[in-house]
């Protein structure tokens, strides 16, 4: 039984968010106070010249919402159904690596709040807490997984995530080599951290951080580690020397696709498609679904944002539930590309500054912020289900 201070703390905590932060937007500032500039960097940055981390807000902007009125709108029914499973919302939580390092527990934390509000969530392959134990506190969650071009690997890890009885696995195919994350490198981070006299001052100078996530991981759990690149654990966070090796995602193809679909029962999704050619060819390998990403700008700058290949990926595989993160941050967002025929989107960032500010506090006052935005745009726009959101409701650019 909770103490009776400790709900008071939860009360607390509930009527700050609810006073200071009105939109996902507002976490990130918090968190950029919170978290080590080398652990902000890694949450905030993209690469090179951050023209596609900028393009893909643009890209919902150019979007027009085209309200009815006069409709009734007294109920609004957010639900959908995907893979078998009836969701409260048609927005989730994407993949976020290291989200344990920037939140005690944040695997944990981040699936949970989103399996208690009946929301998707997907565990990133580059996280530091066991998918076993994410999947024990949150059933259904989703596992992500970066492969390599090695079926011996790719069998073991495919066994491991059966037995912890993941229901959708997600594959990441815009990863065969590193991005070229400069801000990573300006602001002294990598993978794994190297220990150093600058980052020994992030740490003393974030107190809060310090003490609340990693002093209080390395006495209840030790220093963490990648525990689900592959079937056995993998490098330490912290680490003078041991290099983490990225090169054999460059061997991984279609046909080490095609072996998995026949390996693997369950769920099959890819995530990173773009163009309306490999939309076919996962199709044609026997995938469930798609995501349209371009890794939220964090892999090739200057790649197309997702909203503008959404439509020609729709097009192309009629019969998928195609999918979409990169960029999303309010509830016209979700309807912008509800409209041009998503079945539902992913959302990255604003959940790990969620995580960092208030744990599982954080992201569920983030889910519900999504709810109440999703639900007052459908009435504002004249829909009453998410369902009958379709092209009618935007209005594209014109083409020059």
Same mark, same amino acid.
């Given at each position: 039984m909770r103490s009776a201070s400790s709900c008071a703390d939860r009360g607390r905590e509930a009527a700050w968010l609810k006073r200071h932060v009105l939109s996902l937007k507002d976490f990130e500032p918090l968190a950029r106070k919170r978290l080590p500039k080398p652990l902000y960097a890694y949450v905030s940055g993209a690469v090179e010249d951050n023209l +596609?981390? &900028?393009q893909n807000r643009r890209s919902f902007e150019e979007i027009a919402l085209r309200p009815r009125v006069l409709v009734g709108v007294s +109920? $609004?029914?957010l639900s959908f159904s995907l893979f078998g499973h009836r969701y409260t919302a048609p927005f989730g939580l994407a993949p976020m690596g290291i989200s344990a390092l920037f939140a005690y527990r944040g695997d944990v934390v981040m699936a949970q709040a989103a399996c208690q509000a009946s929301v998707p969530a997907i565990m990133s392959g580059s996280s530091l807490i066991r998918l076993e134990e994410v999947m024990a506190a949150a059933p259904g969650t989703w596992f992500q997984a970066y492969l390599p071009g090695d079926m011996h690997h790719i069998e073991g890890l495919l066994a491991r995530v059966e037995a912890a009885r993941v229901e959708t696995l997600v594959i990441t195919v815009d990863t065969p080599v590193a991005g070229n994350r400069e801000n990573n490198v300006r602001a002294g981070f990598s993978t794994p951290l190297r220990p150093n006299a600058a980052l020994a001052w992030q740490g003393i100078s974030h107190p809060r951080w310090l003490l609340g996530t990693f002093a209080r991981t390395l006495l209840r759990h030790g220093v963490p580690h990648f525990e689900n690149a592959y079937a056995r654990r &993998?490098?330490?966070i912290v680490s003078r020397s041991v290099e983490r090796d990225f090169s054999d995602r460059a061997h991984f193809t279609w046909d080490h696709l095609a072996t998995i679909r026949r390996r693997w029962r369950g769920q099959l999704v890819v995530k990173g498609i773009l163009t309306a050619e490999d939309a076919r060819l996962a199709q044609q390998h026997g995938v469930d679904g798609i995501i349209v990403s371009n890794h939220g700008g964090r892999q090739l700058d200057?790649?197309?944002a997702p909203m503008h290949a959404l439509p =020609? *990926? !729709? =097009?192309?595989v009629p019969q998928l539930p195609v999918m979409l993160d990169s960029g999303v941050r309010r509830g016209t967002d979700v309807i912008k590309a509800l409209a041009l025929g998503a079945r539902c989107v992913f959302i990255g960032r604003p959940?790990?500054? @969620?995580? @960092? !500010? @208030? +744990?599982? #506090? /954080? *992201?569920? #006052? /983030?889910?519900?912020?999504?709810?109440?935005e999703l639900s007052r745009d459908l009435a504002l726009l004249g829909v009453t289900r998410v369902a009958d !959101? &379709?092209?009618?409701?935007?209005? $594209?650019? @014109?083409v020059n």
């Open positions: +596609s981390l &900028g +109920s $609004r029914d &993998g490098a330490p200057g790649a197309i =020609e *990926v !729709v =097009e192309a959940f790990a500054y @969620a995580a @960092a !500010v @208030a +744990s599982s #506090h /954080g *992201v569920t #006052h /983030g889910i519900g912020l999504m709810q109440a !959101v &379709g092209a009618h409701c935007i209005q $594209r650019p @014109a």
